[in-house]
Protein backbone atom coordinates (compact mmCIF):
# COMPACT_ATOMS: atom_id res chain seq x y z
CA UNK A 1 0.00 0.00 0.00
CA UNK A 2 2.98 2.33 0.41
CA UNK A 3 3.57 2.76 -3.30
CA UNK A 4 -0.29 2.83 -4.48
CA UNK A 5 -3.13 5.31 -3.36
CA UNK A 6 -5.32 4.71 -0.89
CA UNK A 7 -8.68 4.03 -2.86
CA UNK A 8 -11.30 5.60 -1.57
CA UNK A 9 -15.49 5.60 -1.23
CA UNK A 10 -17.05 8.78 -0.90
CA UNK A 11 -20.90 7.93 1.21
CA UNK A 12 -22.74 10.95 0.64
CA UNK A 13 -22.51 13.30 -2.41
CA UNK A 14 -23.82 16.49 -0.68
CA UNK A 15 -21.76 20.20 -1.29
CA UNK A 16 -19.25 19.75 1.23
CA UNK A 17 -18.33 16.49 -0.65
CA UNK A 18 -17.97 18.54 -4.18
CA UNK A 19 -15.99 20.58 -1.98
CA UNK A 20 -13.40 18.05 -0.85
CA UNK A 21 -13.44 16.45 -4.23
CA UNK A 22 -10.39 17.79 -6.04
CA UNK A 23 -8.16 16.70 -3.47
CA UNK A 24 -8.88 13.02 -5.30
CA UNK A 25 -7.34 14.46 -8.85
CA UNK A 26 -4.29 16.29 -6.92
CA UNK A 27 -2.10 12.90 -7.61
CA UNK A 28 -1.11 13.13 -3.60
CA UNK A 29 -1.74 9.64 -2.52
CA UNK A 30 -5.45 9.24 -2.40
CA UNK A 31 -8.28 8.76 -5.32
CA UNK A 32 -11.76 8.06 -5.37
CA UNK A 33 -12.95 4.74 -6.70
CA UNK A 34 -16.08 4.71 -5.76
CA UNK A 35 -19.27 6.59 -4.41
CA UNK A 36 -22.46 6.05 -2.71
CA UNK A 37 -26.13 8.04 -2.36
CA UNK A 38 -29.53 8.03 -3.19
CA UNK A 39 -29.87 10.47 -5.39
CA UNK A 40 -28.22 9.52 -8.59
CA UNK A 41 -27.93 12.70 -9.91
CA UNK A 42 -26.10 13.97 -7.12
CA UNK A 43 -23.47 11.08 -7.28
CA UNK A 44 -22.84 11.37 -10.71
CA UNK A 45 -22.44 15.08 -10.78
CA UNK A 46 -19.57 14.46 -7.52
CA UNK A 47 -18.25 11.31 -9.62
CA UNK A 48 -17.12 13.92 -12.83
CA UNK A 49 -15.77 16.11 -10.17
CA UNK A 50 -13.48 13.46 -8.13
CA UNK A 51 -11.48 12.78 -11.73
CA UNK A 52 -13.83 10.24 -13.12
CA UNK A 53 -15.05 7.38 -10.27
CA UNK A 54 -16.73 4.57 -12.56
CA UNK A 55 -18.71 2.78 -9.21
CA UNK A 56 -21.88 4.71 -8.21
CA UNK A 57 -24.08 2.66 -5.85
CA UNK A 58 -27.19 3.57 -4.25
CA UNK A 59 -26.88 1.54 -0.97
CA UNK A 60 -23.72 2.72 1.03
CA UNK A 61 -23.60 -1.35 1.86
CA UNK A 62 -22.74 -2.39 -1.56
CA UNK A 63 -19.98 0.94 -1.16
CA UNK A 64 -18.71 -1.04 1.75
CA UNK A 65 -18.43 -4.42 0.55
CA UNK A 66 -16.10 -3.25 -2.61
CA UNK A 67 -12.44 -4.96 -2.03
CA UNK A 68 -11.38 -2.06 -4.18
CA UNK A 69 -12.15 0.61 -1.77
CA UNK A 70 -9.43 1.12 1.41
CA UNK A 71 -11.27 3.76 3.03
CA UNK A 72 -14.66 6.12 3.40
CA UNK A 73 -15.38 9.34 3.55
CA UNK A 74 -18.56 9.85 5.17
CA UNK A 75 -20.05 13.41 3.95
CA UNK A 76 -24.16 12.52 5.40
CA UNK A 77 -26.11 14.28 7.58
CA UNK A 78 -25.10 13.87 11.53
CA UNK A 79 -27.57 11.35 12.37
CA UNK A 80 -26.10 8.45 10.07
CA UNK A 81 -22.48 8.98 10.99
CA UNK A 82 -22.56 6.20 13.58
CA UNK A 83 -23.76 3.60 12.30
CA UNK A 84 -22.00 4.53 8.73
CA UNK A 85 -18.84 4.26 10.34
CA UNK A 86 -19.42 1.24 12.90
CA UNK A 87 -20.40 -0.41 9.59
CA UNK A 88 -17.51 0.71 7.90
CA UNK A 89 -15.19 -0.49 10.60
CA UNK A 90 -16.84 -3.95 10.36
CA UNK A 91 -16.21 -4.27 6.30
CA UNK A 92 -12.35 -3.37 7.23
CA UNK A 93 -12.19 0.31 6.21
CA UNK A 94 -10.32 3.38 7.45
CA UNK A 95 -12.51 6.20 8.23
CA UNK A 96 -12.89 9.44 7.52
CA UNK A 97 -16.14 11.45 9.47
CA UNK A 98 -17.89 14.74 8.52
CA UNK A 99 -18.41 16.83 11.73
CA UNK A 100 -19.98 16.67 13.98
CA UNK A 101 -18.18 13.47 14.53
CA UNK A 102 -21.65 12.02 16.13
CA UNK A 103 -24.39 13.61 17.96
CA UNK A 104 -23.42 12.49 21.73
CA UNK A 105 -20.19 11.54 23.06
CA UNK A 106 -22.47 7.79 24.02
CA UNK A 107 -22.03 7.39 20.04
CA UNK A 108 -18.68 8.42 20.04
CA UNK A 109 -17.83 5.57 22.76
CA UNK A 110 -19.58 3.25 20.71
CA UNK A 111 -17.77 3.96 17.49
CA UNK A 112 -14.69 3.79 19.57
CA UNK A 113 -15.42 0.45 21.67
CA UNK A 114 -15.74 -1.29 17.56
CA UNK A 115 -12.42 0.34 16.31
CA UNK A 116 -10.95 -0.90 19.48
CA UNK A 117 -11.97 -4.69 17.88
CA UNK A 118 -9.80 -3.46 14.49
CA UNK A 119 -7.42 -1.64 15.69
CA UNK A 120 -5.00 -1.41 12.77
CA UNK A 121 -8.15 0.93 11.13
CA UNK A 122 -7.41 4.73 11.11
CA UNK A 123 -10.77 7.05 12.24
CA UNK A 124 -10.78 10.82 11.58
CA UNK A 125 -13.44 13.42 12.03
CA UNK A 126 -13.26 16.20 9.69
CA UNK A 127 -13.48 19.02 12.52
CA UNK A 128 -9.70 18.42 12.31
CA UNK A 129 -9.42 20.50 9.14
CA UNK A 130 -7.64 23.55 10.60
CA UNK A 131 -4.61 21.35 11.97
CA UNK A 132 -2.47 22.25 8.71
CA UNK A 133 -2.72 25.85 9.19
CA UNK A 134 0.36 27.44 9.66
CA UNK A 135 -0.80 29.22 12.44
CA UNK A 136 -2.45 26.56 14.21
CA UNK A 137 1.19 24.94 13.98
CA UNK A 138 2.94 27.72 15.26
CA UNK A 139 0.77 28.45 18.37
CA UNK A 140 0.54 24.22 18.99
CA UNK A 141 4.41 24.68 18.63
CA UNK A 142 5.12 27.78 21.15
CA UNK A 143 2.35 25.79 23.70
CA UNK A 144 3.86 22.90 23.95
CA UNK A 145 7.16 24.32 24.28
CA UNK A 146 5.76 26.63 27.02
CA UNK A 147 7.52 29.74 24.89
CA UNK A 148 4.34 31.61 27.08
CA UNK A 149 4.99 29.92 30.13
CA UNK A 150 2.48 28.55 32.12
CA UNK A 151 -0.92 29.01 30.29
CA UNK A 152 -3.99 30.55 32.62
CA UNK A 153 -6.44 31.82 29.84
CA UNK A 154 -7.73 31.03 26.57
CA UNK A 155 -10.54 33.29 24.82
CA UNK A 156 -11.75 31.66 21.88
CA UNK A 157 -14.55 34.23 20.47
CA UNK A 158 -15.67 34.14 16.70
CA UNK A 159 -18.62 35.95 14.91
CA UNK A 160 -19.78 35.10 11.62
CA UNK A 161 -22.11 37.16 9.75
CA UNK A 162 -25.77 37.25 8.69
CA UNK A 163 -27.25 35.06 6.01
CA UNK A 164 -27.78 36.43 2.78
CA UNK A 165 -31.65 37.42 2.21
CA UNK A 166 -33.39 34.09 0.38
CA UNK A 167 -30.44 31.67 1.88
CA UNK A 168 -31.65 28.18 1.91
CA UNK A 169 -30.19 24.63 3.68
CA UNK A 170 -31.34 21.61 3.56
CA UNK A 171 -34.65 20.94 5.72
CA UNK A 172 -31.93 18.68 8.10
CA UNK A 173 -30.09 21.55 8.90
CA UNK A 174 -33.24 22.87 10.92
CA UNK A 175 -33.60 19.31 13.10
CA UNK A 176 -31.56 18.67 15.63
CA UNK A 177 -32.89 15.07 16.05
CA UNK A 178 -30.93 14.90 12.67
CA UNK A 179 -28.28 17.33 13.03
CA UNK A 180 -28.28 17.27 17.07
CA UNK A 181 -28.19 20.86 17.09
CA UNK A 182 -27.22 24.47 15.00
CA UNK A 183 -23.98 26.38 15.56
CA UNK A 184 -23.28 23.84 18.69
CA UNK A 185 -22.89 21.05 16.00
CA UNK A 186 -22.27 22.85 12.79
CA UNK A 187 -19.14 24.67 14.80
CA UNK A 188 -18.51 23.72 18.02
CA UNK A 189 -16.23 20.49 16.67
CA UNK A 190 -14.34 23.02 14.37
CA UNK A 191 -13.68 25.45 17.88
CA UNK A 192 -12.85 22.46 20.13
CA UNK A 193 -11.07 20.53 17.73
CA UNK A 194 -9.07 23.86 17.13
CA UNK A 195 -8.34 24.21 21.04
CA UNK A 196 -7.69 20.31 21.79
CA UNK A 197 -5.18 20.18 18.79
CA UNK A 198 -3.52 23.71 19.94
CA UNK A 199 -3.54 22.97 23.37
CA UNK A 200 -2.28 19.61 23.42
CA UNK A 201 -2.53 17.83 27.10
CA UNK A 202 -3.73 21.20 28.79
CA UNK A 203 -7.35 20.27 27.14
CA UNK A 204 -8.45 18.01 29.60
CA UNK A 205 -12.09 19.94 30.23
CA UNK A 206 -13.01 19.38 33.84
CA UNK A 207 -16.49 21.68 34.46
CA UNK A 208 -18.68 23.85 31.93
CA UNK A 209 -20.93 26.46 32.22
CA UNK A 210 -23.01 27.48 29.28
CA UNK A 211 -25.76 29.01 27.51
CA UNK A 212 -27.12 28.73 24.04
CA UNK A 213 -29.46 30.42 21.99
CA UNK A 214 -31.82 29.97 18.93
CA UNK A 215 -31.45 31.91 15.43
CA UNK A 216 -33.52 34.71 15.25
CA UNK A 217 -35.03 36.81 12.12
CA UNK A 218 -32.59 39.99 11.84
CA UNK A 219 -35.59 41.77 9.60
CA UNK A 220 -38.27 40.37 7.76
CA UNK A 221 -36.09 40.19 4.35
CA UNK A 222 -33.23 38.59 6.33
CA UNK A 223 -34.31 35.53 8.40
CA UNK A 224 -31.42 32.46 9.06
CA UNK A 225 -32.84 29.19 7.42
CA UNK A 226 -32.81 27.37 10.75
CA UNK A 227 -34.87 29.38 13.56
CA UNK A 228 -35.34 25.77 15.06
CA UNK A 229 -31.85 25.04 16.47
CA UNK A 230 -29.18 27.26 18.06
CA UNK A 231 -27.47 30.00 16.55
CA UNK A 232 -24.95 31.21 18.91
CA UNK A 233 -23.35 30.07 22.49
CA UNK A 234 -21.07 31.28 25.26
CA UNK A 235 -19.28 29.30 27.97
CA UNK A 236 -16.67 28.80 30.41
CA UNK A 237 -14.72 25.85 30.32
CA UNK A 238 -12.51 25.21 33.26
CA UNK A 239 -9.44 22.09 32.59
CA UNK A 240 -7.98 20.49 35.01
CA UNK A 241 -5.45 22.78 35.45
CA UNK A 242 -6.77 25.16 36.11
CA UNK A 243 -6.71 26.53 32.47
CA UNK A 244 -9.65 28.52 31.79
CA UNK A 245 -11.15 28.95 28.30
CA UNK A 246 -13.98 31.59 27.50
CA UNK A 247 -15.42 29.90 24.62
CA UNK A 248 -18.34 31.88 22.54
CA UNK A 249 -19.32 31.90 19.38
CA UNK A 250 -22.60 33.71 17.66
CA UNK A 251 -24.00 34.39 14.02
CA UNK A 252 -26.78 35.93 12.24
CA UNK A 253 -26.45 39.18 14.53
CA UNK A 254 -26.77 43.03 14.19
CA UNK A 255 -22.85 43.11 14.09
CA UNK A 256 -19.72 43.05 11.61
CA UNK A 257 -18.16 38.86 11.83
CA UNK A 258 -14.70 38.75 14.09
CA UNK A 259 -12.52 36.19 14.93
CA UNK A 260 -10.05 36.23 17.59
CA UNK A 261 -8.04 33.61 20.28
CA UNK A 262 -6.41 35.09 22.39
CA UNK A 263 -3.57 33.02 24.60
CA UNK A 264 -2.15 34.34 27.69
CA UNK A 265 0.75 32.83 29.74
CA UNK A 266 2.67 33.59 32.92
CA UNK A 267 5.38 34.38 30.21
CA UNK A 268 3.47 35.71 27.20
CA UNK A 269 0.59 36.30 25.01
CA UNK A 270 -0.73 35.20 21.81
CA UNK A 271 -3.22 36.40 19.70
CA UNK A 272 -4.33 34.13 16.91
CA UNK A 273 -7.35 33.32 14.80
CA UNK A 274 -9.18 30.14 13.81
CA UNK A 275 -9.75 30.13 9.88
CA UNK A 276 -7.29 30.75 6.92
CA UNK A 277 -7.94 35.07 6.38
CA UNK A 278 -5.76 37.14 4.02
CA UNK A 279 -6.42 40.11 5.86
CA UNK A 280 -5.29 39.23 9.35
CA UNK A 281 -1.58 40.18 10.22
CA UNK A 282 -0.33 36.83 11.80
CA UNK A 283 0.35 35.76 15.07
CA UNK A 284 0.85 38.50 16.77
CA UNK A 285 3.31 37.47 20.21
CA UNK A 286 3.40 40.04 22.98
CA UNK A 287 5.73 39.95 26.51
CA UNK A 288 7.39 42.58 28.83
CA UNK A 289 11.09 42.68 28.86
CA UNK A 290 12.68 44.16 31.91
CA UNK A 291 11.41 47.76 32.28
CA UNK A 292 10.25 48.34 28.25
CA UNK A 293 6.96 48.95 26.96
CA UNK A 294 5.06 45.57 26.07
CA UNK A 295 6.43 44.27 22.75
CA UNK A 296 4.40 43.27 20.24
CA UNK A 297 6.12 40.67 17.47
CA UNK A 298 4.47 40.11 14.57
CA UNK A 299 5.31 36.32 14.07
CA UNK A 300 5.63 34.44 10.27
CA UNK A 301 3.50 31.45 9.97
CA UNK A 302 2.53 29.89 6.45
CA UNK A 303 0.48 31.59 3.80
CA UNK A 304 -3.23 31.13 4.78
CA UNK A 305 -5.44 28.68 1.97
CA UNK A 306 -9.12 27.80 2.46
CA UNK A 307 -8.55 25.29 -0.49
CA UNK A 308 -6.10 23.25 1.03
CA UNK A 309 -8.26 23.80 5.13
CA UNK A 310 -10.77 21.86 3.43
CA UNK A 311 -9.30 18.81 1.93
CA UNK A 312 -6.67 18.07 4.65
CA UNK A 313 -8.25 16.02 6.78
CA UNK A 314 -8.10 13.71 3.51
CA UNK A 315 -4.48 14.01 3.60
CA UNK A 316 -4.04 13.97 7.12
CA UNK A 317 -5.95 10.14 6.83
CA UNK A 318 -4.17 9.44 4.00
CA UNK A 319 -0.68 10.31 5.34
CA UNK A 320 -1.49 8.22 8.94
CA UNK A 321 -2.62 5.09 6.89
CA UNK A 322 0.91 4.72 5.05
CA UNK A 323 2.57 5.83 8.16
CA UNK A 324 0.61 3.61 10.12
CA UNK A 325 -0.06 6.20 12.74
CA UNK A 326 -2.71 7.90 14.86
CA UNK A 327 -4.39 10.81 12.97
CA UNK A 328 -4.33 14.19 14.36
CA UNK A 329 -7.74 13.90 15.66
CA UNK A 330 -8.20 10.64 17.64
CA UNK A 331 -11.60 9.09 19.17
CA UNK A 332 -9.84 9.89 22.70
CA UNK A 333 -10.09 13.62 21.11
CA UNK A 334 -13.59 13.26 19.95
CA UNK A 335 -14.42 11.79 23.41
CA UNK A 336 -13.58 14.78 25.01
CA UNK A 337 -15.17 16.99 22.16
CA UNK A 338 -18.00 15.55 22.66
CA UNK A 339 -18.40 15.65 26.46
CA UNK A 340 -17.95 19.48 26.16
CA UNK A 341 -20.62 19.85 23.63
CA UNK A 342 -23.04 17.44 26.01
CA UNK A 343 -21.70 19.74 28.93
CA UNK A 344 -23.01 22.57 27.58
CA UNK A 345 -26.64 21.95 26.25
CA UNK A 346 -27.33 20.18 30.01
CA UNK A 347 -25.86 23.30 31.38
CA UNK A 348 -27.63 25.54 29.76
CA UNK A 349 -30.83 23.76 30.54
CA UNK A 350 -30.53 23.62 33.88
CA UNK A 351 -28.36 26.77 34.14
CA UNK A 352 -26.12 25.12 36.67
CA UNK A 353 -22.33 24.25 35.96
CA UNK A 354 -21.68 20.66 34.21
CA UNK A 355 -19.00 18.22 35.08
CA UNK A 356 -17.48 17.02 31.83
CA UNK A 357 -17.76 13.04 31.62
CA UNK A 358 -14.48 12.28 30.83
Not at 95 to 110: A, D, G, I, S, Y
Not at 155 to 178: E, F
Not at 200 to 226: A, K, S
Not at 292 to 307: H, I
Amino acid sequence: MADQPIRYGIIGAGVIANYMARVFTEGRGSTAVAISDVNAEAAAKLAVAAGGVKKIYADYHQLLADPEVDAVYIATPPFLHKPMTIDALRAGKHVLCEKPFMLNQTEVREVSAVQKTVPQLKVLCASSRYHGAGIALKARAMVAQRELGELYHVSYTQVTGAPKPGTTLPPWRNNPAKNGGGMTYDWGPYDLDWLSWVLGDLFRPRVVFGTVGNYFPLTPERVPPCLDVDGHYCAQIICESGLTILWERRAAEHGPARHTIELRGKKGGLDSYFMPMPEKPGLQHYAYVGTDELKTTVLPDAPPNWDDAIVHPIRELTAAIRENRAPSNTLEDNVRIHGVIDALLTSAKTQQAVKVVA
